[in-house]
Nanobody, 124 residues
Framework: QVQLVESGGGLVQAGGSLTLSCAAS????????MGWFRQAPGKEREFVAR????????YYADSVKGRFTISRDNAKNMVSLQMNSLKPEDTAIHYC?????????????????WGQGTQVTVSS
């Protein structure tokens, strides 16, 4: 079992920045690929970013590419999402997720563990 706890959400003006963090416990962190997803009001949960177990391979949704950066610190069991140039359409609950399979999936059904989410609100 893996427990994931997100932090760092909040209210920010358009063009601003936020960094989300996710602390993991319960399983050897470096055996898990990690991802971030988000769900806006009235919309389905969507993929944002993914990072491999080693941290060497990352992948982003087109909507955030060039603005968001995912990273991880395996010594601290942490994964982060640096979000720059935020837009009102980035407003959503952001979720951290862990995948035991290193296949590189961006599908939420393939992720095994989820955090409770943290709210990001971007005002125009």
């Amino acid at each position: 079992q893996v427990q994931l706890v997100e932090s760092g959400g909040g209210l920010v003006q358009a063009g601003g920045s936020l960094t989300l963090s996710c602390a993991a416990s319960g399983r050897t962190f470096n055996t898990l690929a990690m991802g971030w997803f988000r769900q806006a009001p009235g919309k389905e949960r969507e993929f944002v970013a993914r990072i491999s177990r080693s941290g060497r391979i990352t992948y982003y949704a087109d909507s955030v590419k060039g603005r968001f950066t995912i990273s991880r610190d395996n010594a601290k069991n942490m994964v982060s999402l640096q979000m720059n140039s935020l837009k009102p359409e980035d407003t959503a609950i952001h979720y951290c997720a862990a995948d035991r399979n290193p296949s590189g999936s961006t599908q939420q059904r393939d992720y095994d563990y989820w955090g409770q989410g943290t709210q990001v609100t971007v005002s125009s």
